[in-house]
């Protein structure tokens, strides 16, 4: 930063000022002082130049209002921004509380204790509470209305200043003996504060100051400190909170009467006075330093006593109140800013943000890109790219090289492009306190050393050339130097950070680069020179003062120097002419050092296209010169961001902050020097032969290209061409011979004002000459399709039909362009282009017009795979086979009945062209199915597919586990039933496919009895094929025979029960015979029942003690019957075995069945008696329905 004085308001009569304070939002000053003074002043900018803004802009008061009601001094002054109130007290204890009212201040409140002084007054961040402290102990808490919320008197303390903590939570109060106490917002005491900064001093201190920045406009680094406390005897400790156990220390070596920070807390200013060295005498100074206690800058101050210091709203202006005046001094930020590629880069903080949000500002298109940034320390731009240089986060370490060796780089440095993206990034151990770039290098130096890193900006790397940048570390393009050595050149500064941490007398304090010079300046003044891109040291030069801003012209021949107190000096580097005698014969010798000197500088800029041309900031004032003659000044505050073609870019970047998030183009101003104004005002008065003389005079690229243009107006073109010859512009020299070698005038004309891009006029004239075809050609050039279509459907007569199609088509990638899909495809339709067609009616998920468009198009069209890949895309999978079957990808079509889960679809495309890999791509889809547990997927994956065996193997297996777990029987049966119709299928299948091969040779018997054979010869599962329905029918009966039970047809369930003890591999023993005891006991078989007990006390699967439990049931019921079957029973039981062996059951009832005449199901293939299955609509078994 730099900061100058700038204006002087003198106080009436005298008076000496006590205190002074600025309104950071309406911009009011208030000043206190002796016999009651109380002003309140204000700056205007008032000027008709829209172009000045800023400090630029001349300010006067537009507000100078003497407010009376104080009688004693005026000590204390303070501002409610939020309310627009201004406080004060005087030496007698009165406070008044004042208000704006139709542009003056009122009286508003009035208080007076009577009993002791008002020493400090605070309002909190929002404004609502005023905490005020008085001299004998008594605090008083206020609400804006003015309502007091609590009082307090501190016993035995004597109060001095007083301050909130940002969230209002937290009181400190200072104490005349120095000390300092927490207390929270009721008043409680808290905690004394540990002020370590006071360490071995003696003697009475006490406080100059207590302020807490409250973070409004968001911190220069995350946890920042922004608690500064500061004592008459300049010792000072910043804190990040209240109770900060390591706070940063600063000894200012002064008599601190007044401290405050900036509006954004990135600037603390401590104003006081300093001895003069070896002198009693002492002068006013203030002291400039960061949150993190780095010293910044020093203004001196004229007067005897200074008493107090604000600052300014933005941050760029302070007021000091020095005996009786008020001096206004002008601040120089110093923003993270730079410009590359006609983009300006910025950065800033917000309140709701811990990162800078750095601004990539295009203003050619004025469009903004945005990139949040942690901890970033600076921003460095040249030609096309821009150096991000940041902290980096402990919580993401890099992956990089270094981590392999253990270390965790501190530092990082992001290359970025002009619009933000990042294209390479290094970490390094060394605080890039000081960065500066080339086309080809970045350096970055901390006090005691530099790297020097050679980027490459990838275009387009093959993968060998990708695989050299992977290892371009090991090839040394970066390197590290320690300011002590002298490095030769050689292939020495290899990556060792070690060496860059050995502490040095004379640190680095800047550094400039071209694309062949490196200057490195130091604390003493030295300045060391080496060479780029082998950094070799060829020289040193020693200037007066510590350098603070170097700059080299585009030849590298001559230095510009910016040293602390803002004073420019010059240096040429190499010998200019015969006179300067041998600079290089020793080496600490003082180079050339011209007698130019300018002070008050803070900002310069060489030219980019002339080695004796450079614009220089001087105050408010931009200076150009040109071999060191300075050119009438221009009033301006704006930071140069360019200097080329004898014009200056200037950016204001002070306005630009006040709303950071909308930039606008005023805010970039270009200046043009003398030479270009003098020539352009010659053309247009005098003429251009008298033009060309004075440019022939003074040469330059840019005047003869103004000249060549002047002349191509006037169609002067033997001029054009000599000034396009002076400016190596080809394409103006061949732009001339085509004018030459037109006959019409007109045409010359038209083609002129094409050339100047007045297309509008051209095209005009083109018309007039009835040149369609020139004016439509022009249009096409511009690629403004729209106009195109108008004149070629506006022409009389045919227009060229592939031209017509053409900007449909272009028109149709304008819409599309910007996804305007619905009028896109009404031009494309017109346009005849399919593949833009099909995009569009995918983008708009049309896909009925994608349906139309397939079928419109011819077999085997290239667009068809990229139609099937949509469909599929979106799941359609008859119309992606459709696509695909047109363009005789049958493989395709069936990976995608695959890949959509359409595998009957996909078996029957796959035997339809006969492809094999069918049933490979069925079994891993099962697999993977199956690994994922999803077996009831797999299942009707088999279905889908007719592979019924698997599935019904399957079906099985799910049966059983379910079996297993004792679900309900009900759910068991029917999965069982699943698996049997599963086997039913296949065996119909299999039966299908021979009749299929015996294509009607031989009879249905034969073939049938062939697919019997062949279902042996291929399965070996028996109990899957043989015997699918036991499982359905042991569960069936095992259902009906509870039921019967239930409904108290007692024999007819003991029958049924009885069926089950064929069935124990399916249903456990234990149950069964504990159904059948049940059953035979009900319907008094106690013989049955007899026999399934001991059944029951027989059985392995049961232990001792559950047997127990049956055999004392089995005592109780036999003690009162005798084990007999009335004789019913034992008929029924003896008639169930036939005489060709066992009778078929009846589903129904659980009867055998003796006739011969009974019911079968076509299905399952089971029997029923007639009479009962009559009352039935659907099997009982398979549920299949009756025919």
């Known amino acids: ?46 000027t008709d130049d829209a172009k000045l803004k800023g400090l630029a802009a001349p300010s006067n008061l537009s507000m100078n209002q003497t407010l009376d009601g104080h009688s004693g001094a005026v000590q204390v002054v303070t501002w409610n921004e939020q309310h627009q109130k201004l406080t ?73 200043h007083v301050a909130w903590s940002p969230d209002s939570k937290i009181l400190l109060f200072g104490m005349a003996n120095g000390e ?44 920042c400190p922004c608690l500064a406390i500061c004592f008459d005897n300049g010792r000072c400790q910043i804190m990040r909170y209240e ?62 006593q200074m008493t107090a210091v604000a600052w300014e709203g933005g941050g760029l202006r302070i007021g000091l109140a020095v005996d009786s005046y008020i001096y206004f001094a002008n601040i120089r930020p110093d923003y993270k800013w730079g410009y590359c590629c006609n983009t300006v880069v910025y950065a800033y903080t917000k309140s709701e943000r811990q990162e800078y949000c750095v601004v990539f500002w295009d203003t050619r298109n004025n469009d903004k890109f ?26 993401h370490p890099q992956e990089d090289a270094e981590v392999e060796s253990g270390r965790h780089s501190m530092y990082v440095l992001v290359l970025c492009n002009s619009i933000g993206t990042p294209l390479d990034s290094k970490y390094i151990d060394i605080d890039p306190l000081f960065v500066t770039m080339t086309k080809t290098h970045v350096i970055a130096a901390s006090k005691e050393a530099f790297y020097a890193w050679q980027y490459r900006v990838a275009k387009k790397l093959t993968a060998l050339e990708i695989n050299q940048v992977a290892r371009t570390r090991k090839e040394g393009r970066e390197r590290v130097y320690h300011i002590d050595s002298s490095p030769s050149g050689a292939n020495e500064g290899a990556l060792d950070f070690a060496k860059a941490f050995t502490a040095t007398r004379d640190p680095i304090c800047c550094v400039t680069a071209t694309d062949k010079t490196l200057i490195v300046g130091r604390e003493s003044g030295t300045l060391h020179r080496y060479s780029l891109p082998n950094v070799a040291l060829i020289q040193k030069y020693t200037v007066n003062n510590r350098a603070y801003h170097l700059s080299l012209n585009c030849n590298s021949s001559r230095l510009a120097i910016i040293d602390i107190s803002g004073v420019l000096t010059l240096l040429d580097l190499e010998a200019r002419g015969p006179s300067s005698g041998d600079a290089s014969g020793s080496q600490a010798s003082a180079g050339d050092p011209s007698k130019f000197e300018r002070k008050d500088v803070w900002d310069m800029k ?36 360019n200097f080329e073609d004898l014009e200056i870019k200037s950016v204001l970047l002070d306005e630009i902050m006040k709303d950071p998030e909308r930039p606008n183009k005023d805010l970039l101003i270009n200046f043009e020097i003398r030479s270009l104004r003098d020539s352009r005002a010659l053309i247009e008065k005098v003429g ?44 103006g020299i061949e732009f001339v011979k085509r004018l030459g070698n037109l006959q019409s005038e007109a045409m010359k004309q038209a083609e002129v004002a094409a050339y100047f891009s007045r297309f509008e006029e051209a095209e005009r004239m083109y018309l007039d000459m009835d040149r369609r075809d020139l004016a439509i050609n022009l249009r096409i050039k511009l690629g403004d399709w729209f106009r195109v279509l108008q004149l070629l459907k506006t022409g009389s007569g045919d227009c060229d039909d592939s031209l017509l199609e053409q900007a449909y088509n272009a028109i149709g990638d304008y819409f599309a362009d910007r996804q305007k899909w619905v009028n896109a495809v009404q031009y494309y339709n017109q346009g005849r282009n399919q593949e833009r067609l099909a995009e569009c009616y995918y983008m708009l998920e049309d896909y009925d017009g994608l349906e139309r468009l397939t079928s419109s198009l011819p077999e085997n069209h290239k667009l068809l795979l990229d139609i099937g890949q949509m469909f599929t895309t979106v799941g359609m999978c008859e119309q992606a086979v459709n696509a695909y079957l047109k363009c005789n990808q049958a493989k395709a079509a069936v990976d995608v009945c695959v890949h959509l889960n359409q595998w009957n679809k996909a078996v029957e495309l796959a035997k339809n062209h006969n492809m094999k890999e069918i049933k490979s791509l069925l079994a891993k889809y099962a697999s993977h199915l199956l690994e994922k547990n999803k077996t009831l997927d797999a299942v009707e994956l088999y279905r889908k597919a007719h592979h019924f065996l698997d599935a019904a193997k399957l079906m099985f297996k799910i049966a059983d586990e379910e079996a297993s777990k004792r679900t309900r029987p009900l759910r068991v049966k029917k999965l069982y039933v699943l698996a049997a119709l599963l086997v039913e299928n296949y065996h119909d299948q299999v039966k299908m496919s021979q009749q299929s091969k015996a294509k009607g040779k031989k009879s249905e018997a034969t073939s049938a009895l062939a697919g019997l054979l062949e279902e042996d010869a291929s399965t070996s599962d028996d109990r899957v094929v043989d015997n699918a329905w036991r499982g359905a029918e042991a569960y069936h009966f095992f259902l009906l025979a509870q039921r019967q039970l239930y409904e108290g047809y007692m024999e007819n369930a003991m029958r049924t029960a009885l069926q089950l003890r064929d069935y124990e591999d399916i249903i456990p023993a ?19 029942c007899s026999r399934a007990f001991i059944k029951l006390e027989s059985l392995e699967s049961l232990e001792p003690e559950q047997r127990q439990p049956y055999e004392d049931l089995a005592l109780e019921i036999f003690t009162q019957h005798s084990p007999k079957d009335s004789n019913r029973t034992l008929d029924l039981e003896s008639t169930a075995e036939g005489v060709d062996g066992k009778l078929p059951t009846c589903i129904v009832t659980g009867r055998p069945i003796p006739e011969y005449q009974f019911w079968m199901c076509t299905v399952c293939k089971h029997c029923a008696l007639e009479e009962e299955i009559g009352k039935y609509r659907f099997c009982p078994l398979c549920h299949s329905p009756l025919t």
């Not at 309002?123 to 009082?151: F, L, M, T």
């Not at 927490?182 to 071995?200: A, E, H, R, W």
């Not at 207590?210 to 220069?220: A, L, N, R």
Request: hydrophobic share 40%; charged share 20%.
């Open 606 to 641: 060489w030219a980019n296209d002339n080695p004796d041309l450079f614009a220089m900031m001087e105050k408010t004032r931009m200076y150009v010169f040109r071999n060191l003659d300075p050119e009438e000044p221009i009033q301006t505050s704006g930071y140069i961001c």
């Open 370 to 395: 945005v990139k949040y940034v942690k901890s970033l320390m600076s921003i460095t731009t040249s030609a096309d790219f821009c150096i991000l240089a940041t902290k980096s986060d402990e919580n």
């Open 688 to 731: 251009i032969e008298d033009a060309s003389q004075f440019i022939e005079d003074n040469p330059h690229p840019r005047l003869w290209r103004l000249l060549a243009e002047a002349a191509l107006q006037k169609l002067d073109l033997k001029m054009a061409e000599q000034a396009f010859v002076r400016c190596k512009d080809y394409q």
């Open 180 to 223: 300092v106490h927490i207390y929270d917002n009721q008043g409680n005491f808290i905690v004394k504060m540990t002020i370590s900064c006071l360490s071995n001093v003696t003697g009475a201190v006490s406080i100059a100051g207590i302020h807490w920045y409250t973070g409004t406009e968001g911190y220069v680094e995350p946890d």
């Open 1070 to 1088: 234990v149950e069964i015979y504990s159904l059948l005891a049940i059953c035979s006991s009900a319907s008094r078989a106690f013989s049955t």
């Open 243 to 304: 109770n900060d156990e390591n706070p940063v220390y600063i000894d200012t070596l002064m008599s601190v009467v007044s401290i405050q920070w900036n509006h954004c807390g990135s600037v603390l200013a401590v104003a006081g006075s300093l001895k003069a060295a070896g002198l009693d005498k002492e002068f006013n100074v203030v002291q400039f330093y960061t949150p993190f206690g780095e010293h910044l800058r020093t203004l001196k101050v004229p007067g005897k």
């Open 88 to 160: 004060t007290s005087d030496q007698n204890g009165l406070i008044i509380v004042w208000m704006l009212y139709k542009g003056s201040w009122y009286e508003e409140m009035i208080n007076n204790r009577n009993k002791s002084v008002v020493r400090s007054m605070s309002w909190n961040a929002d404004g609502q509470k005023i905490c005020i402290v008085y001299e004998d102990g008594a605090v008083i808490v206020g609400s804006v209305d003015g309502n007091r919320i609590w009082g307090k008197e501190l016993k035995g303390i004597q109060l001095a």
């Open 1 to 46: 930063m730099f900061i100058y004085l700038s204006k002087k308001i003198a106080i009436p009569n005298n008076i000496p000022l006590k205190c002074v304070s600025w309104n950071k939002d309406q911009g009011f000053i208030a000043c206190g002082g002796d016999d009651g003074l109380l002003r309140v002043l204000k700056l205007e900018i008032q």
